[in-house]
């Protein structure tokens, strides 16, 4: 491995070394097409193998993991979190053309919604709207609730404590949907159904795991998906969805998009709040709903046939003895006896088409959206990397 002492070292292996072959061992021939297609797609890989093999960035990592592992939320820290998503979402919005605000959104859904910030900006930004959060008990929450929604909604806004895998997979038990009920007097509940009669015009995806070390790669998708499930079920004609979504380009992730992009007019990426700089993961905007209620069927259909295959594969990893043992699901949806070993590639997808049609729709539009997401991603861990470096000079 070149010598890597300063920014300056990063920036001349990056821009006159090519990147290590070892790289490509682990793509399919899909994903070799972003490497091959996209500089800025070799350039975050390359970046990203310098930074994770680094000693002092390894060092870094055991320091602020024993840190957060050891730390308890202030109200304080809680307040600079939710700050933090609530600039997200104004930035999310500013890059929509203000498409969240101003009335615009009447009835939302956030999935997912500690410590609060997103649902706080909506309900200010539009007086007269009505919200829901779901977020996972604060025992098992990496970030506590806070009160400051509920207080500024006051009669328009209930956070209620469901953890959301577990709510998909009950729907999807029942061979339904996860429909989530909230009438003007906040009337809250949840049943399983085909379609949701009194829709939200807004769907927040915003759940993803946090401080939470490594992550199975089939819990990360089945959290996803369960929200996509429910964002299906429950969006309303000409609606509207944000979802927190992996860019590193699976062939599950272009599947997701192509059906995405299927069902709703318009379907932008960006990256913003310091939760996802570093990350490989954006937020995918996506407005216009416009599936048909057979479409819905269709794709609902399929989205819970892929959540059975990961509970299946949730199901293998503790009888093989696996260390993520997260007790979620429905006990009873595995069959007894069932052995498989899986991997994303064999994930059931979505879009109701062959992998090679689905990857020759949806590649160059996947390409596109991505590489300013690789882009940001590699300029935001190139300014981690320099600090660390020389936290002096700032890694001049």
């Known amino acids: 491995m070149p010598a890597v002492l300063l920014r300056n070292d990063v920036d001349r292996i990056i821009s006159n070394e090519e990147p290590p072959i070892s790289l490509t061992h682990n793509l399919n021939s899909h994903e070799l ?37 050891q730390s308890s939320y202030t109200e304080t820290m809680l307040l600079v979190y939710l700050r933090s998503y609530e600039r997200a979402f104004v930035e999310v919005n500013r890059a929509n053309a203000g498409c969240f605000d101003g009335g615009r959104v009447r009835k939302f859904l956030d999935l997912g919604c500690s410590p609060g910030g997103t649902s706080y900006w909506l309900l200010k930004a539009n007086r007269d709207a009505i919200g829901l959060g779901l977020t996972l008990p604060d025992e098992e929450a990496k970030f506590p609730m806070s009160g400051k929604p509920a207080a500024i909604g006051r009669k328009r806004y209930l956070v209620r404590y469901e953890n959301i895998i577990t ?11 996860p429909v989530v009920k909230l009438d003007e007097d906040l009337g809250y509940g949840v ?92 937020y995918i905007v996506c407005r216009g709903f416009r599936a048909t209620e057979q479409d819905v069927r269709d794709y609902t259909s399929r989205i819970r046939a892929a959540l059975q295959h990961l509970d299946h594969v949730a199901y293998e990893s503790r009888l093989d003895g696996g260390e993520a043992d997260t007790k979620l ?34 590649s160059r539009f996947v390409l596109d959206l991505f590489e300013p997401m690789w882009d940001a991603q590699f300029a935001a861990i190139r300014t981690e990397f320099a600090g660390i470096l020389s936290p002096q000079t700032g890694g001049k």
């Open 329 to 362: 699901g429905v006990p009873g949806v595995v069959p007894q006896g069932l052995r498989t070993a899986s991997g994303y590639e064999d994930l059931p997808l979505l879009s109701g088409q062959s992998a090679s049609s689905i990857f020759q729709a949806q």
């Open 167 to 177: 709510l998909a997979m009950g729907a999807v038990a029942e061979g339904l949907n």
């Open 191 to 282: 049943v399983f159904a085909d379609l949701n009669d009194h829709p939200y015009d807004l769907v927040i995806a915003g759940a993803f795991p946090t401080l939470e070390g490594q992550i199975p790669w089939w819990l990360r998708v089945q959290l996803l998906l369960s929200q996509v499930l429910i964002i299906m079920s429950n969006v309303a004609p000409d609606g509207a969805c944000v979802v927190v979504i992996n860019t590193k380009p699976f062939m599950w992730v272009v599947d997701l998009i192509g059906m995405l992009r299927a069902s709703f007019l318009s379907v932008a990426a960006c990256k913003s709040g310091r939760f996802h700089a570093k990350r490989s993961s954006c």
């Open 33 to 69: 097409f972003f490497w091959e297609h996209s500089i800025q797609h070799r350039r975050l890989l390359h970046i990203k193998h310098l930074f994770r093999t680094h000693p002092a960035v390894d060092a870094q990592f055991n320091e602020r993991s024993n840190k957060y592992s």
